[in-house]
Structures are given as structure tokens and as C-alpha cells.
């Protein structure tokens, strides 16, 4: 299994960033898909989770409103579409897949079985 992220960069405070996560070796459409991030000296924390093809989508409330989390299961591809982005989003930012992940677990980092490398966001102020 390989989840490959990309799409991070340096912007401005207020701009948009696009992240897809491209996943082989598994049968994509039956795993919940998730994003973390982790800032230099803190824990990884939850961003948002997409459960299935056709599932419910679920947010950390800092990202509420501004973060969309989607999915193309034709092309084994995870999404995050960031906009109004803020210096305190800065975080190396990791898709994760999970394949039994229950509801009361879609925001801890250990239910998830595959991870990705990772691709850096820097905000700007």
C-alpha cells in the first residue's frame, strides 16, 4: 500500500491550497480516508475524514468552514481543498487510510492503518 501526498507550499495568509493523496495497493473506495497535519513541536492532530464512498465527511472545528475534504474513487485519489488559510495552519499535512475505523476513532491517528510522507504547508502572515 503507497499513499502518495502532495500539493503543499508556501503561501499567503488568506490564499488557497489544493492537496490530493494518491493511494495504490488497496481497494480505495472500501477504506476511510483522512487528513492529519503536525506542526513542529506538537502532536499530529486530526483534520477532516471522508468515511467511504458516498460517507459522511467530519472536521476539526479550527478548519470548519474553510477545509473540504472530497474524494474521486475512480482515480484512487484523496483531496483537501484549503482556503482562507492562516499562519497557525502550518503543518506538514498526512493523508491516512483506514479500513476499519469506527466512528467514536475517525479523529485518532493509531485507527489508521496506512499513512502517506507527508507534504509540507507554510502560511505566511
Known amino acids: 500500500v503507497q499513499l502518495q501526498a502532495s500539493g503543499g507550499g508556501l503561501v499567503q495568509a488568506g490564499g488557497s491550497l489544493r492537496l490530493s493523496c494518491a493511494a495504490s495497493?488497496?481497494?480505495?473506495?472500501?477504506?476511510?480516508m483522512g487528513w492529519f497535519r503536525q506542526a513542529p513541536g506538537k502532536e499530529r492532530e486530526f483534520v477532516a475524514v471522508?468515511?467511504?464512498?458516498?460517507?459522511?465527511?467530519y472536521y476539526a472545528d479550527s478548519v470548519k468552514g474553510r477545509f473540504t475534504i472530497s474524494r474521486d474513487n475512480a482515480k484512487n485519489t484523496l483531496y483537501l481543498q484549503m482556503n482562507s488559510l492562516k499562519p497557525e495552519d502550518t503543518a506538514v499535512y498526512y493523508c491516512?487510510?483506514?479500513?476499519?475505523?469506527?466512528?467514536?476513532?475517525?479523529?485518532?491517528?493509531?485507527?489508521?492503518?496506512?499513512w502517506g510522507q507527508g507534504t509540507q504547508v507554510t502560511v505566511s502572515s
Open positions: 495497493g488497496l481497494t480505495f473506495s472500501s477504506y476511510v
Open positions: 491516512a487510510a483506514g479500513r476499519g475505523v469506527i466512528h467514536s476513532q475517525l479523529s485518532y491517528p493509531d485507527a489508521y492503518d496506512y
Open positions: 471522508n468515511k467511504r464512498s458516498g460517507g459522511s465527511t
